[in-house]
């Protein structure tokens, strides 16, 4: 497992932009570079859901409709940190964000989009649109 500390949660007026951070630490051996890493979130009194993956080099990313043309995830595997720009914000994009470790076991496009699927979770940073 990885540790993982989110950032940049806040609030903003809708149409707004905010970049997410997510920073990796562990001592499993396991590089940064050898998981698929994902975020989600998680609105007041809902089911926690999937946002956006990526792959190990970056090379392959997904999103769920809601957020896709207004979000950009990316990695730098130097710096053991993934990332979530969000653009265009709206009310309905507030909730807490999580970050997410999967072991990808070499597979090189592996983008997993549930939650099953990963073994490693932040704590959340809280995100807040207003309208």
């Known amino acids: 497992q990885v540790q993982l500390v989110e950032s940049g949660g806040g609030l903003v007026q809708a149409g707004g932009s905010l970049r997410l951070s997510c920073a990796a630490s562990?001592?499993?051996?396991?590089?940064?570079?050898?998981?698929?890493m994902g975020w989600f979130r998680q609105a007041p009194g809902k089911e926690r859901e999937f946002v956006s993956a990526?792959?190990?080099?970056?090379?392959?990313?997904r999103y769920a409709d809601s957020v896709k043309g207004r979000f950009t995830i990316s990695r730098d595997n130097a710096e053991n940190t993934v990332y979530l720009q969000m653009n265009s914000l709206k009310p309905e994009d507030t909730a807490a964000y999580y970050c997410?470790?999967?072991?990808?076991?070499?597979?090189?496009?592996?983008?997993?989009?549930?939650?099953?699927?990963?073994?490693?979770w932040g704590q959340g940073t809280k995100v807040t649109v207003s309208s």
């Open positions: 997410a470790a999967a072991w990808a076991g070499g597979a090189a496009g592996y983008s997993p989009n549930r939650k099953i699927e990963y073994d490693s």
């Open positions: 562990g001592r499993s051996g396991r590089t940064f570079s050898s998981y698929a």
């Open positions: 990526i792959s190990l080099s970056g090379g392959s990313t």
